[in-house]
């Protein structure tokens, strides 16, 4: 991904050459904001159940709410909320995350590290990342995120955050809320059973409706529940999805070359061990051949004294 500055230019003539260049695919092909055709599969998914999910509240939950402070309380709350995510969403979307251009390109270091594939000429540093599906340099990176099909940096970060805040908020809302009404429609609750009967639903068939209908929220909740559980981890740590990954990676490649390494030590150490085996077999050998012959040469001076008495 990096390129010295001074050997930028020389470097990435070949990608300018032949019919269709990656430069110029980059440049021609840059995604300047989520809402840019074609979306994805995921970002259609995200989409239709978020809105899925609020369409069940405002059908489901919130017309059967008691007609009092606290249900339009509990309605105004959702309200506000829905509309401080849906402008966070907004933001998050139109919002292009990529890096600034170099304002003076001849004060820079010449010997500065540069992306390879666009043509900025700012220094990269640790946060930034070229995103090869927006295919542009995104400053802070924190991920490209599929679901709204846009890179997630620093213009956009915290919308992003504020954004799976209030879905999560929602969701519970939504869960809990509904669940409230359930409890009070089975404990005959004059304010729920008159919003119930004033519908075209019985008791059971508001029970049946609704309670299907919260697969939906539940299963919300527990994807971007999730998501949030992991950057207010991050957020903590004081990192990015980014770095994370990148670290979690080096720990991975330390640990599997640590292994061989313990792997190869064993290795060599079985191989010594054969070898002083060898030897000591060797050692044993030549050590009993040595016996053998000195019996021999004993034997032989027994026999040549008792002959020579003899004599």
């Known amino acids: 991904q990096f390129l010295v500055g001074s050997k930028r230019r020389?470097?990435?003539?070949?990608l300018l050459v032949g019919p269709v260049?990656?430069?110029?695919?980059d440049k021609s092909g840059v995604r300047k904001n989520g809402f840019e055709?074609?979306?994805?599969?995921?970002q259609i998914m995200a989409f239709s159940l978020v809105l899925s999910s609020t369409g069940i509240a405002a059908g489901l939950v919130f017309p059967f709410a008691p007609n009092n402070s606290e249900g339009i309380a509990v309605t105004i709350l959702y309200v506000v909320l829905f509309v401080i995510g849906f402008a966070a969403m907004i933001y998050t979307e139109t919002v292009d995350p990529i890096r600034e251009q170099a304002t003076d390109i001849a004060a820079l270091d010449r010997n500065r590290l540069v992306c390879q594939y666009c043509d900025n000429e700012k220094p990269m540093k640790a946060t930034t990342k070229h995103c090869h599906l927006c295919k542009k340099c995104v400053s802070h990176f924190d991920h490209h995120c599929i679901f709204l099909n846009t890179c997630i940096g620093a213009k956009?970060?915290?919308?992003?955050f504020i954004l799976i805040t209030m879905i999560v908020v929602l969701q519970i809302?939504?869960?809990?809320?509904?669940i409230i009404l359930f409890v009070r429609l089975a404990n005959g609750n004059k304010l729920v059973t008159d919003r119930v009967n004033a519908s075209a639903l019985s008791d059971s068939a508001y029970y049946g409706l609704a309670g299907v209908s919260l697969i939906i929220p539940i299963v919300v909740l527990a994807a971007v529940g999730s998501l949030l559980a992991f950057h207010i981890y991050i957020k903590v740590i004081g990192t990015t999805t980014f770095l994370w990954i990148k670290a979690k990676r080096r720990m991975r490649l330390e640990r599997q070359n640590a292994e061989n390494e313990k792997k190869r030590q064993m290795e060599r150490a079985d191989e010594e061990r054969r070898k002083i085996s060898a030897a000591d077999q060797v050692d044993d050998k030549n050590l009993a051949e040595r016996f053998v012959t000195d019996v021999t040469l004993v034997s032989e001076g027994v026999h040549k004294e008792v002959k020579?008495?003899?004599?």
């Open 156 to 160: 956009n970060y915290w919308t992003f």
């Open 308 to 311: 020579g008495e003899n004599v």
């Open 10 to 14: 020389e470097r990435a003539l070949p």
């Open 37 to 42: 055709c074609p979306a994805t599969n995921q």
């Open 21 to 25: 260049s990656l430069l110029s695919m």
């Open 173 to 178: 809302i939504h869960i809990v809320y509904q």
